[in-house]
T-cell receptor, first 115, second 110 residues
Framework: DAGITQSPRYKITETGRQVTLMCHQTWSHSYMFWYRQDLGHGLRLIYYSAAADITDKGEVPDGYVVSRSKTENFPLTLESATRSQTSVYFC??????????????FGDGTRLSIL | EDKVVQSPLSLVVHEGDTVTLNCSYEVTNFRSLLWYKQEKKAPTFLFMLTSSGIEKKSGRLSSILDKKELSSILNITATQTGDSAIYLCAVETSGSRLTFGEGTQLTVNP
């Protein structure tokens, strides 16, 4: 089915470990985004990408790394996980519009717990 | 720093009531304002507003943007229990970035 899928849906890991969250979209959208959602903060942008091999920092990029070698994939890596990175992570994608982009469409999220 | 503020943060109503959710913003390079509904998983898109004063409508939901007041409202008439969700307001700025508000938790009781 077309859409945007995230994996894993749930992940528990320990502080200091590296963990990668996967995001795959089948729409061939140009833009892809990573957000984290925490109580009291809403959704905050971590990183985004306008096209393959083009990435840029969002509001809260520290401790995260992204890559985009193919249009359809946008993995997010926590190089050395910390407890403060416990959160729900959402991936989104959108296509370029004339004045503003088309609305972003979101995956179902990854619930990450760091012990 | 771009900022989006939603009010109220939570709201409890009875089925059949009409509710109004508010969103105000302070951003540079405004491009559009979006409303999303979030139940248990992914936020789902409701409306995108770019022009002031033009109401967008979908069934019992409607929304309007006021660029002079830097604000938007989302109205839900004849609420149903299925409307219970978090309603998110977001503003798109240059670079297609979205800045979200905290959301309004709406609970509709039977």
């Amino acid at each position: 089915d077309a859409g945007i899928t995230q994996s894993p849906r749930y992940k528990i890991t320990e502080t200091g470990r590296q963990v990668t969250l996967m995001c795959h979209q089948t729409w061939s959208h140009s833009y892809m985004f990573w957000y984290r959602q925490d109580l009291g903060h809403g959704l905050r942008l971590i990183y985004y990408s306008a096209a393959a091999d083009i990435t840029d920092k969002g509001e809260v990029p520290d401790g995260y790394v992204v890559s985009r070698s193919k249009t359809e994939n946008f993995p997010l890596t926590l190089e050395s996980a910390t407890r403060s990175q416990t959160s729900v992570y959402f991936c989104a994608s959108s296509e370029i519009g004339t004045y503003s982009n088309q609305p972003q469409h979101f995956g179902d999220g990854t619930r990450l717990s760091i012990l | 720093e771009d900022k989006v503020v939603q009010s109220p943060l939570s709201l409890v109503v009875h089925e059949g009531d009409t509710v109004t959710l508010n969103c105000s913003y302070e951003v540079t390079n405004f491009r559009s304002l979006l409303w999303y509904k979030q139940e248990k998983k992914a936020p789902t898109f409701l409306f995108m507003l770019t022009s002031s004063g033009i109401e967008k409508k979908s069934g019992r939901l409607s929304s309007i943007l006021d660029k002079k007041e830097l604000s938007s409202i989302l109205n839900i008439t004849a609420t149903q229990t299925g409307d219970s969700a978090i309603y998110l307001c977001a503003v798109e700025t240059s670079g297609s970035r979205l800045t979200f508000g905290e959301g309004t938790q709406l609970t509709v009781n039977p």
